[in-house]
Structures are given as structure tokens and as C-alpha cells.
């Protein structure tokens, strides 16, 4: 960034420099830095970025490796730099936890302390907090946790959560409900979550059976490292978990092979372990789409154990069920999943509904379809048409050029805009999200607004996306390139809202989005697909620089989607799968098929649960679009389709 420039945006923010910010706290470096530095000699400072900006990204990233040496190197240079919240969280960061990630015991306290009365009520604040209460936690300092937790605005770190349990069962409470409520995805365990099923057992709060689920919960998920730590915590004897462990392992590769250990074995289990064992054998069945699948889940409906399934191998119950058109086993399965579950999710409530449908018991069936159908999402758009509507737009919302000036003094979106314009978007969002907070509707759509004169489509989407009342769908919905998009598509053939529905999923009108596997842009297409259509439609002169202009991102992505379209028959259920996990995919899954089978249930049944839930967005995206394009009732029905069996062909498509 030119020097020019640099000096302008601090003047934007008009902040004192971080040295006066600071108050002296950058006198002293940290004795972990200090170490650090005695054996890197000055390559830190030699490796510094004379540019101030480049100098503050090395900052962030020395601060996501935790090298403290380096993170203070840089931070003494940016002394004048005008995000000093920053610069200071990132100098601090990496004190607070050690190379591999896990908390340090030797925080600085005191420097934390000062930040968070400086910052207090920002969005770095908080972020310092939920940091601060891992290594309380991990230190047993349950006085200032407990002082601090109250404080810890976003509560979503499962650690976090997990420590303020533990903090509360320490006292005499019981926690034990809430904890089997919260540990249900062994990802965000950590060393905190480990502590605190062990005490909660230690303390007769949970079972031997209790440890023995979680165990197996990590290793369904292959986590195999932490399902060994959770089974440990039970020293004196086996858990209960090694048949489960075991047939966890065979059923991963060989759900036939784990069903005849089952039934070789099953002497070893109580009536519970051996409805647990039979729903791990219908999960992973059911997630390479086997007909037995079902077969295998009804054995564990007849024998129990309900408590002991995970919450993946409840929902692939549901999902089995659907594929084999077994409407009772569907209401079954849903009436027996647990209520938390069936609860936060109108997958659940909606196929619930058809379940009642099918049983004749349509009353019924209309109170669930009712709940979820006012939902601008896929499964709200089903139940209103199962209700004998079309999909509408409900009344726009429209709001004063002077509510969105007022949007351009927000602090946080002045941070945010700031981030932005550095390609630092993780914490341009954390910025702009903070200060969405408490938002009414017509804040939102006034930010939203805002965020679309800065060109922040991304932002504008999710902006608008939050109302709940009052709502603008020409801004969750937007229609950038609008004569780029319409010429294109013309020019392949296909339907303009289902390819704003793949690019509002793919980049939400990120020009320059890249995912980590090298897609690129707008329409998200791989270097390969992109050589690979280019070729095919006598593109000579491409380059894959050429990816950046919107023209050949959408003139490509928007030829490659009509060429996998063609390929599955028009269906564009097929076709959106495709397009998330390649052509051979959908094929491969819906040969599998017994028979016709809607595209909802196709949809519901998509083994990876990425294409799953893309597919479901894509589709109910275009059904919005489309109700904006057309300005008439739509059918997401329709565009579903049906899905019917065939034999897997090969394709030429990348």
C-alpha cells in the first residue's frame, strides 16, 4: 500500500498511535519471546516487511503460529499503525498459547486485563476474552473465569462451555444434563472437554456407559487420537466400548462384515449395546446408500439403545427410511430421535409432516407443515406448498438514504471496511458481525444497504438475511452482472435464476474468492474445469488469469453447468451435485436407486452432508430468483423434480 494511503486511513480513524494506547505495556518483552529470541538471533527483525501494511499481516500470521519473538518483533515496528487494537491483541495472542494450540498457564494476566478495559465493548475485546477463559480454565483459576465468563458475549467455543461446566460441577452442581445436551460433536472437544467428562465421571455424574458413548462419538468421526483420551478416563476397565470400537472400525469399511460380527458377538452386549452397534452398522450403510441399510436400522429400532446413537447415525435412520419409501419407519425414527435434535432442525419437522401425510393422519400433518412454513428456507418452501401454496416474496422493505449514511460512523464497520480493503476478510467479518448485533430489521437492512455501496455483496446477502419482520429480498437475493449473467445463459441455454442460485452458494459475489482447492471466483470453477470448458467452446486465447473478469468466470462456469445439465438429463437436482462433487457422483448415487424417488428425498439422501447442504441451498435460491425474475408464484416442487434410477455411465466431464 503507497505510503499516501497508509497515512490517509489513519487519519479515517484518527486514532493515537499505539505507543500512547498502550500506556508502556510494549516496555518489556515476554520472557517466552525473549528465549525465542536468543535462538533466532535477528532473523526476525531482518525478515520484517518494511511495509506497513504487509508488516501487520505478518503480525496476524505470526500470532496464528503463536511465535511470540516474532509476533513482538513486528509489533514494535507498528507503532503508529491505525488498528492498534490489533497490533496489541496480536502481540498478546501468542502468550496465551503455545505452538500446537493448547493453552499456556503462564499468560501475562495483567496485560490481558488492561486490554480488555481499553477495548472494552469491541469485538477484539471479546475475541481476547474467549482466549483469557481458555487458559483460566485450563489453570483451574475458577475465581476470575467465573468473574469472566458472564462477561464472554458470543459463547460459541465449545471449550469455553465446556470449562464453564466444569466450573459449576466443581461447586456441587450437577451438570450432567447439560453436558450430554452440548458434547455431540467431538470436533471442538479439546483438552477442556476431555476434563470435564472426566470429572462429571470421577464425580458420579454420568455413567461408565456415558464415557463409552463419547469415546465412540469421536471415533464415528475418526478422531481417533481423542476417542482414546475420553476411553481412558475409565483406567480400570474396558469402558464398555471395545465390541462398539470395533464394529465402528469394520462398519467404516465393511457394513456386512460388521453386521456378522455383530451377530457373532452380540452374547458381549447388553439389549442397548446391541442397538447401538446395529444403528453404527445402518449409518454407515446408509451413507454408502446400501439397501440394507434399513434392514439394519429396523434391527435397532426393535432392540433399543436410542440414547447411545449419535446424533449422525439418528438423522441417517431418517435418510435410510426416506430411500426405501417406509413412511412408518420414517415417523418412527423421527418420534424416537431426541428432542433437541428434532427440534433445531425443519428437516426433521417436515418429513415428519409427510410421514403423517402418508398415514392419513393429515391434521396432524398440517400443524407441522405450519410451523416451519413462514422459513425463507428449503424446507419452509416445501411444507407451504405441501399447505397448497407457491412460493412468493414477502413485501418489501425499504429504507432512508439517511439510515444508511448513519451506518458509515459505526466503528466496527469503519474496522471492517479497513480489513476489507487488506484482503483480511476473516476479521472483516468478525468486525461487521459484531456490529449487526442487536440490529432492528431495519438497522440490518439499512447495513445492508451500506454494505452494497461499498460493493460488499457478501455482506449485503447476510446483512439482509438476518431480518425476521421486515424484509428487502432484492438485497438477500442480489443480482450483480446482471446483462453479463443474462447474455450467458441465453447464449448455454439455461434457466438465469438456477445459475444465480449456484453463485450466490458458491461465492456469495466474492470477485476474487478462492477455495482451498484452487476454485476460483464468482462461479468457484477448478483451473482444470476452466482449461477443460474453455477448450471445448473454442476459447483459444485463455489463460487462467483470465479468471478474474467476470465475463470468462461466468461465460465458463455458466458453459460448464449447462454441459453437466445436458449430461444428467436436465435435471437440475443432478446437475447442482454435480457441479459441488462432479459428474460421476450423482450418477454413482442415483444408481443405486431402487426406483423413482422425488428430488427432496434424492436431495435428503446425498451422502456427503457439503453437496447435501449446497444442493438444498442452490435449489431454494433459484426458487427465489425466480419468483424476482419471473414476478409470479414459484415451485421449488417442480424444480426439484424426480430423481430415477440408472446405470453408472462414464463421463468425459472433469
Known sequence: MRKGVYRQRARVFALTTIAVALSGVLITMPASAQKRTVSQGTASATMIPSDPDDAFRALREAARRNDAARAYAISATL????????????????????ASGLARIDAPDDEVRAFLQRYKGEAIADRMRNDWLLVLGKRRDWANFDAEYPRFVLKDDTQVECYALLSRALKGNNVAAEANAMLTDPRYYG??????????????????????????????????????????????????SDTLAMVVKMARNDPSQAAAYINASGGALSRDEQGAAWGVVGQY???????????????????????????????????????????????????????????????????????????????????????????????????????GSRITLPPQTRVSGGDVRAMRKRAGFQRAKAFYDMDMRFEGNREWNWELRGMSDQELLAAAEYAKTLS???????????????????????????????????DAGLDLPWAYGIIRQESRFIMNARSSAGAHGLMQVMPATAKYVARKIGMTD???????????????????????????????????????????RPKSWRSTLSGPVEGAIFAETIPFSETRTYVKNVLSNATYYAALVHGHPQSLKARLGNVTPSSVTTTSLP
Open 285 to 387: 450403510a446408509a451413507k454408502k446408500l446400501l439397501p440394507d441399510a434399513a434392514g439394519y436400522f429396523r434391527r435397532q429400532l426393535d432392540l433399543g439403545g436410542d440414547q447411545w446413537l449419535s446424533t449422525e447415525t439418528q438423522e441417517w435412520r431418517v435418510r435410510a427410511a426416506l430411500r426405501q419409501g417406509d413412511w412408518k419407519q420414517v415417523q418412527q425414527s423421527i418420534e424416537r430421535m431426541r428432542p433437541e435434535l428434532r427440534g433445531r432442525d425443519p428437516a426433521w419437522t417436515y418429513w415428519q409432516g409427510r410421514a403423517l401425510l402418508a398415514a392419513g393422519r393429515g391434521a396432524e400433518a398440517r400443524q407441522q407443515f405450519e410451523s416451519i412454513a413462514t422459513g425463507f428456507h428449503f424446507y419452509g418452501q416445501l411444507a407451504l406448498e405441501e399447505l
Open 191 to 240: 483438552e477442556a472437554c476431555v476434563d470435564l467428562i472426566g470429572y462429571l465421571y470421577q464425580s458420579q455424574q454420568i455413567t461408565r456407559q456415558d464415557v463409552a458413548f463419547q469415546a465412540r462419538l469421536a471415533l464415528e468421526q475418526n478422531f481417533t487420537t481423542l476417542a482414546a483420551k475420553i476411553a481412558a478416563l475409565v483406567p480400570d476397565a474396558r469402558v464398555d
Open 79 to 98: 507503532v503508529d499503525y491505525p488498528m492498534p487494537s490489533y497490533v496489541e491483541y496480536f502481540r498478546i495472542k501468542p502468550q496465551l498459547f503455545d
Open 542 to 584: 485463455f489463460s487462467p488469469s483470465m479468471m478474474s473478469d467476470p465475463n470468462v468466470n461466468i461465460l465458463l462456469g455458466t458453459s460448464y453447468m449447462n454441459m453437466v445439465l445436458t449430461d444428467l438429463e436436465s435435471s437440475q437436482t443432478l446437475a447442482s451435485a454435480a457441479y459441488n462433487a462432479g459428474p460421476g
Open 456 to 490: 460488499l455483496l457478501d455482506r449485503t446477502v447476510n446483512t439482509a438475511d438476518r431480518t425476521k419482520v421486515e424484509h428487502d429480498f432484492s438485497l438477500r437475493f442480489l443480482m450483480p452482472f446482471r446483462d453479463i449473467m443474462q447474455r450467458a445463459t441465453e
